[in-house]
């Protein structure tokens, strides 16, 4: 069998390197390819284990026994063979758990047909199966891998279906599915900047619903109990035939602006909540309900929440509403509205590789929220915060899952270069790796983050915090 060109994901555990690659083509079978740190491959194994379609993510268990792989199953497209969706255009999600104490490594790929008919259990519960013509085992499209710190544990973020699924790694089964629920963003603290043609941040309440839909995912244990906390970057999908139409070259996307399609006749285009963009495909939406780019909807649910997340995890069989335990609400974007604000939600053109115009992406998805990783130094839990589109980091301390604390935002990238000429600085973070002082290079913990766009990687050192100031007497 062929494999394309690019590498999807890569895992390293105690000398042991697992490669994730998809297929010939995109819906065909991918492979985990296992080795050592010098390349050379498992003995037993030179052609790697067969997994499911489009392995997107790898993730190896604290105690070496498990590697665990999402394989998205992401469609190339929605049209319909004698009046059916084939798995061909829409192969099954699943996920691959690797037993990794075996001699010689063996794997099962687990997919969702154990809720076939819980399709409305999961729309009930917070979570999203929209895929027009597709069942439910091909619409649910895993996408980020996390293992708890016993390693008995995964958890795998499903992003375009809001929803986490739990994994028991020794059975290998998927015991759960826990629907997201959608973001109040007309509250206090929890509102969002929804305009590029304001000339200014504008950070507010605003009457539209948010999907969290996590792309990176972590777990915690703290206080006894397992939390998972989440990247909310969101995602909208844009396939052919996805609105209605035949062609099978022509994409169609589901986000149009809210101003087009709302039925608040006093949100205009222009306004500024009408510039966001919102799906014509709401939660509820009925499989085979015809749904064009102009269909009108109410409430506005957009994509992603501009935030990370704390859940508690839920080890019981079935399908159920997630546990929230905390929200970062609007933080981010007041965070880079005041230490970047002639930058604020602008983002690099992957074309140009220029930065973008102040505000450009306040209508879809703000800073986006992507990859996160989690490690302990200096007696605390800490958590580096990636920011796609904004190219900051931001640094929490988690210790208590239940009441984050921000401590510094950092961006490397250079306002005004141009990442074609390599003077763009560090651009679109993508993954981020936290690495044991014990591990380092330096002996001191740090985080190494990979950026997409300027094809960078860099190393921060995570340095000792200051100790507390003492009172005087």
Known sequence: MLFRSGIQSVAARDGVVIVAAAGETKTAAGKLFIMDSNGTMLKGLPSGLTVGALPDSVYISKDGSYAVSANEGEPQDYCLTSGALSETSDPKGSISIVDLTAKVPTVKTVDFTAFADRKNAIIFAGGRVFGPGASVEQDLEPEYVAISDDSKTAFVTVQENNLIATVDLATATITNL????????????????????????????????????????????????????????????????????????????????YGDVGLDTNLTPSSAAGRLRVTVMPPAVVTGTKVSATTKVTPAYSFGARS??????????????????YDSGDEIERVVARERPLLFNSEWNTSTGLVGAFEARSPAKGPEPEGLAIGTAYGRTWMVLALERDSGLMLYDVTNPVKPMFRQYLNTSLPGGDTVLGTGGDVSPEGVLFVDGKDSPTGKPMFIVSYEVSGSVAFFELTAPAPASKKSK
């Not at 996590?214 to 206080?223: E, F, K, L, R």
């Not at 704390?310 to 997630?322: C, E, M, Q, Y």
């Open 178 to 257: 826990l629907g997201l629920g959608f973001k109040n963003h007309n509250v206090y603290n929890t509102g969002m900047d929804t305009s590029d043609r304001d000339n200014a941040i504008n950070i507010r309440p605003i009457n539209v619903q948010g999907m969290y839909q996590p792309d990176s995912i972590a777990a915690v244990t703290a206080g006894g109990n397992t939390y998972m906390i989440t990247a909310n970057e969101g995602d909208a999908r844009e396939w052919p035939c996805l609105l209605g139409g035949t062609s099978t070259t022509t994409p169609e996307r589901e986000d149009p602006r």
């Open 308 to 325: 990370f997340t704390v859940w508690k995890s839920n080890l019981i069989d079935g399908v159920f509403a997630a546990d929230i335990v």
